[in-house]
């Protein structure tokens, strides 16, 4: 299983940690510190543990307000009140946006974490990975040999987030490679005009299986600042497909990258659904990657008469799709978008 290059933790989540991998079991958790004053909310698809819909008014983990729309969560672990919000706290700008964890708020080392429709399912968080502790939308762990994977386990589900890189490092304007098949091909002269604020490179080929694209991006030698993958839909075998999504996602100029898009297929044929829990499997393990799901995604009065293929004046289906998750990740990387308030956020904490 491929997994990108560690990175040392903070001192001051060292300590956390060495903190909660000592302790046996968690106590239950229910501060969650609601700003608009109205019911709780909880991530994307990630369902609050039952009796997590309440707010409390006066805690230990309070934080002061910093929004009306804003919802601030903290956790708690058996043995401490709360933990201290500036190692661990989880932020939403607004109800309707995805929730951000940040780790080490205001230091040097800060991470931070894009969750919801973001996030990549997973079978269960590593045995590796230590608690950091319950909130009310679940669990949270990090493996402590590599910061950039957190995990969020709730209502017997698992999931880990999309890592972002450090705030503001992310050059203007942003560049990627996509590498695709004839369903990017097609939609190349749409994409690039929804992504004017990119500098793209596409390279999509009619029929490409994923072996192509492991001849692509392994003889690549640019950096880009993210990497959108479009294979799939002409694989035959999904054992075949996985050893090359393995090798497309070791490829450096994938690795590298800030950010790495995988986008599941679509196609009748019936090894197409292994062939997307394969991709899904593949790209649980890589911190900075994330799953667009087309498959899911893709209206069928769109399609032509294969089930694959966008129909002639429906090629800006597939960009107005996918342009939006790269937006989303760049607006989130500069504190905007899912992130517009989390310089306000942190700045508030105690």
């Keep these: 299983m491929l997994r990108s290059r560690p990175r040392p933790i903070p001192r001051g989540l060292r300590t956390l940690i060495a903190i909660v991998v000592t302790t046996a079991a968690l106590a239950s958790c229910d ?11 909880t991530p994307h698809l990630t369902p609050a543990p039952s009796g997590a819909g ?6 230990p983990c309070d934080v002061p307000d910093t929004g009306d729309a804003v919802t601030v969560e903290t956790l708690r672990t058996v043995d401490r009140p709360c933990v201290d919000p ?12 995805d929730p951000i964890a940040v ?16 996030a990549v399912p997973v079978e269960d968080a590593p045995g590796s990975a230590v608690e950091l502790g319950i909130a009310a939308s679940g669990r949270y762990r990090i493996d402590p040999e590599d910061d950039r994977l957190l995990y969020l386990q709730a209502g017997g589900e698992a999931e880990r987030w999309l890592a972002l890189p450090r705030p503001r490092l992310v050059a203007e304007p942003p560049t990627a490679l996509m590498v695709g098949d004839s369903i990017l091909e097609g939609s ?43 294979l799939g839909t ?3 075998d999904a054992a075949s497909f996985r050893t090359n999504a393995d090798r497309i996602l070791a490829a450096s100029v994938v690795a590298d990258a800030d950010l790495v898009v995988w986008i599941t297929a679509h196609s009748p044929e019936q090894v197409t659904p292994e062939v997307n829990r394969e991709i899904v499997r593949a790209v649980s393990t890589v911190p900075q990657a994330t799953v667009a799901d087309w498959d899911r995604a893709v209206p069928l009065d769109a399609l032509n008469g294969d089930g694959v293929h966008l129909a002639p004046g429906s090629e800006g289906v597939f960009a107005d799709f996918l342009a939006p998750v790269l ?6 990387v500069h504190r905007r978008g899912p992130a517009r308030c989390l310089d306000a956020a942190i700045a508030a904490l105690p």
């Design 188 to 230: 190349a002269a749409a994409t690039t005009e929804a992504l004017a604020g990119w500098t793209l490179s596409i390279d999509a080929l009619v029929g490409r299986p994923s072996s192509g694209g492991v001849e692509v991006v392994e003889a690549a030698s640019s950096s880009p600042d993210a990497v959108v993958v479009e």
């Design 103 to 118: 780790i080490g708020a205001g230091t040097d080392a800060e991470r931070v974490f894009l969750g919801g429709s973001f």
């Design 86 to 97: 500036g190692d661990a706290v989880i932020v939403r700008c607004d109800p309707a946006l």
């Design 31 to 41: 501060a969650y510190v609601t700003r608009s004053g109205s019911s709780t909310v």
């Design 327 to 332: 937006e989303t990740w760049r607006a989130t």
């Design 54 to 59: 309440t707010a409390l008014t006066s805690s």
């Design 234 to 236: 002409n694989d035959h």
